[in-house]
């Protein structure tokens, strides 16, 4: 049986000595890993897979990584991106995998776990100490790509195209199709996993065409391609407020501003990260965008609800889950978002709604607000109707609109659903009475800990959740013959079935059907789609272009009606 086992310790060469080497030869040239003590892996560390670009080409898409001769010694210097979270070792050029393998094995699966962080923080070195380490029938991947303003500023020219961070990431599934048959992988075998920003980054992986070939299965955890949160509606306005509110005034000149970002130092471009996200709307300034043609090799060339409709990705087993309580990381917020929210709801409608007007807006806000909250004010007697609110805007409906999505495009993709509320005694106290699973918690159920303190209870969903896993990386299917879980057929439009892994483990479903069909009445009216730089961001309804067509149609004839009314006085 595949087991995943996370959190043992793979940090900085602990346990590691001299005659446990290993070492194996990449395109690149010889590369030195170190046996994990304790265990039949090995760890290949702070391989860099991709060059990052500097200075005023610091927004490019990567460049091909270094070569040598000499055997590269892959010990974890806990290289990181610049970022606004604090980190040890932060370097520009911070493009490097770990690759973690066990001992005289071949063509085995491959996961590649890409970290989350609201596409702002963390790093795969992050990620490796929380997760994804020990392995005996499996080799797993995890990576830095750039992040914030550094990894996401979408100008649409040639200093700063957009989607640089996304394009790191397509730069390591490259290299690991390239080079992971020399550490025992099958390059035809890979499953990308992530989680928030890497549950929406995954997700957005599956739907660009320049990932053909690159990876059979995708996990995506509490993060979609279908939402606010993980791609940004209109990148110039972005752009222009950041750069604003670092206290560069002449924004409305692209050249100008383009030249503001590459000559600016990355210290001065993080320096107001606290604006990027935690927004009322849901959304997050510098994430993915949707690109503008200019030449060269895009990673994303159109809005993903529209690439989910047309079927036109490539079709994978796909597997989604999400916490029952994935709103609760705004409870930071509640006192004065409460207050903001009883005094005008339509700020933290989701940022991919437009409105023609205040009063259609507000009208929205009125019926939204009544819908989770009745006729009582946001309060903490309201406070579950809070989290399930920010559940919805920021990651459950996102996943519920792309399971719809694809399901009904005909593409053919394998789409399995689930829902995590497992709680216990030893679960963090909740106000309100609320009990259930945090955002990722789904993931963290997997990790390898020392149970002696654990419930039977959290013993049993860990098991069953690392069976899931291996099972799907395995097969494509969350369930084999002799799964833990019960039988478990693909979802639909509807959501329908899905998995219920709380205490008690049940296919149930649809899955949140009230609140998916008011959401999927909302944004079948108020949708806007991302436009690329540069585009008008002007929305029309129905009404407004029957007017246009009409007028069009008026005008030839309007001289002929004016020189009779002429004649008429």
Request: hydrophobic letters at 40%; proline letters at 6%; glycine letters at 8%.
């Amino acid at each position: 049986m595949l087991w995943l086992l996370f959190g043992v310790t793979l940090v900085l060469g602990e346990g590691v000595v001299e005659e446990n080497s290993n070492i194996v030869v990449i395109k690149q040239g010889p590369v030195r890993g170190y046996k994990v003590a304790g265990t039949n892996v090995f760890a290949y560390h702070n391989i860099p897979y991709a060059t990052a670009p500097t200075g005023p080409n610091k927004f490019k898409a990567p460049l091909p990584p270094p070569e040598w001769t000499e055997v590269y010694d892959a010990i974890d210097k806990q290289v990181t991106c610049p970022q606004s979270w604090p980190t040890v070792n932060p370097k520009e050029d911070c493009l490097i995998a770990s690759v973690f393998a066990p001992e005289n094995r071949t063509n085995l699966p491959v996961l590649v776990y890409v970290h989350g962080g609201a596409f702002q923080i963390g790093s795969g070195n992050y990620a490796t100490k929380f997760g994804i380490n020990s392995i005996s029938e499996l080799i797993v991947v995890n990576f830095n790509y750039r992040l914030g303003v550094h990894g996401f500023l979408c100008l649409g020219t040639k200093e700063a195209p957009g989607n640089a961070g996304m394009k790191d990431q397509l730069a390591l599934l490259r290299w690991v199709h390239d080079n992971i048959a020399a550490f025992g992988g099958n390059a035809d075998d890979v499953t990308i996993m992530g989680c928030s920003a890497g549950g929406a980054s995954v997700d957005l992986l599956r739907l660009a065409s320049v990932t053909e070939g690159l990876f059979k299965k995708v996990i995506a955890e509490s993060g979609a391609n279908a939402g606010a949160f993980g791609i940004q509606h209109n990148p110039i306005e972005n752009a222009k407020y950041y750069a604003k509110a670092l206290g560069f005034e002449n924004i409305d000149d692209l050249s100008a501003l383009s030249n503001f970002y590459t000559s600016a130092s990355l210290e001065t471009l993080f320096s107001r990260s606290d604006l990027v996200s935690n927004r009322p709307d849901s959304s997050v300034i510098f994430a993915p965008c949707v690109e503008k043609d200019i030449g060269i090799e895009m990673f994303l060339d159109d809005a993903p609800v529209n690439i989910l409709k047309s079927g036109s990705n490539n079709a994978h087993p796909v597997l989604y889950g999400f916490a029952n309580l994935e709103g609760v990381m705004r409870l930071g917020h509640f006192q004065n978002w409460s207050m903001r929210m009883n005094e005008n709801f339509s700020e933290f409608l989701p940022a991919d709604l437009a409105f023609e007007n205040v009063e259609e807006k507000e009208a929205v806000a009125k019926r939204v607000k009544e819908f989770y909250f009745g006729d009582k004010p946001v309060s903490p007697d309201t406070i579950q109707a809070y989290v399930d609110y920010f559940s919805d805007t920021l990651f459950v409906y996102s996943i519920l609109r792309s399971v719809k999505l694809s399901t009904e495009s005909g593409n053919n993709s394998t789409i399995y659903l689930y829902e995590y509320s497992f709680a216990d005694i030893n679960s963090i106290a909740l106000p309100g009475g609320m009990t259930g699973a945090l955002h990722c918690d789904q993931i963290q159920a997997s990790f390898d800990r020392n149970e002696i303190f654990f419930t039977e209870e959290r013993r049993n969903i860990m098991a069953k959740m690392r069976r899931m896993y291996s099972d799907f990386i395995t097969t494509g299917s969350p369930v084999s013959e002799d799964s833990l879980l019960p039988p478990w057929s693909p979802t639909n439009a509807n959501r329908d079935p899905y998995m219920a892994m709380g205490v008690n483990i049940s296919v149930q479903g649809p899955l949140y059907e009230e609140r998916a069909n008011l959401w999927d009445d909302i944004y079948g009216k108020y949708y806007r789609a991302p436009i690329p730089p540069g585009n008008s961001a002007k929305i029309l309804s129905i009404n407004k272009l029957l007017w246009i067509m009409y007028i069009i149609v008026l005008i030839p004839n309007l001289s002929v009606l004016l020189r009779k009314a002429t004649i008429t006085i």
